[in-house]
């Protein structure tokens, strides 16, 4: 699994942003798949999650509603569409991919695999 994130940029608050996770491994059908954020002088922070076949989703409270995870198992990519958008979700995001047989696997612990982040920045 060799994961890279993309899409990120700067946008007005209320506005919208989809950002992406490619694989460019084999193995992409086989794992849960989830995105976290790190904001800076944050700890790094759980924000959603997708199980191997896109048949169970897990939101954080904080994006429940405005964000969407999806993936395409046919493309090996994950996606993030972010709605709404707050300068609160202003932050580096990345992806994640987990073998562990756990859900909804909302912590970092679970997850074998990052990607090295893309930036957010929503200005108010």
């Known amino acids: 699994v060799q994961l890279q994130a993309s899409g990120g940029g700067l946008v007005q608050a209320g506005g919208s942003l989809r950002i992406s996770c490619v694989d460019s491994?084999?193995?992409?059908?086989?794992?849960?798949m989830g995105w976290f954020r790190q904001a800076p002088g944050k700890e790094r922070e759980f924000v959603a999650a997708?199980?191997?076949?896109?048949?169970?989703?897990y939101y954080a409270e904080s994006v429940k509603g405005r964000f969407t995870i999806a993936r395409t198992n046919a493309k090996k990519t994950l996606y993030l569409q972010m709605n709404s958008l707050e300068p609160e979700d202003t932050a580096v995001y990345y992806c994640?991919?987990?073998?562990?047989?756990?859900?909804?696997?909302?912590?970092?612990?679970?997850?074998?695999?990052w990607g090295q982040g893309t930036q957010v920045t929503v200005s108010s």
């Open positions: 997708i199980s191997w076949n896109g048949g169970r989703v």
């Open positions: 994640a991919a987990g073998a562990r047989d756990t859900w909804p696997r909302r912590y970092s612990w679970e997850y074998d695999y």
């Open positions: 491994g084999y193995t992409f059908s086989s794992y849960g």
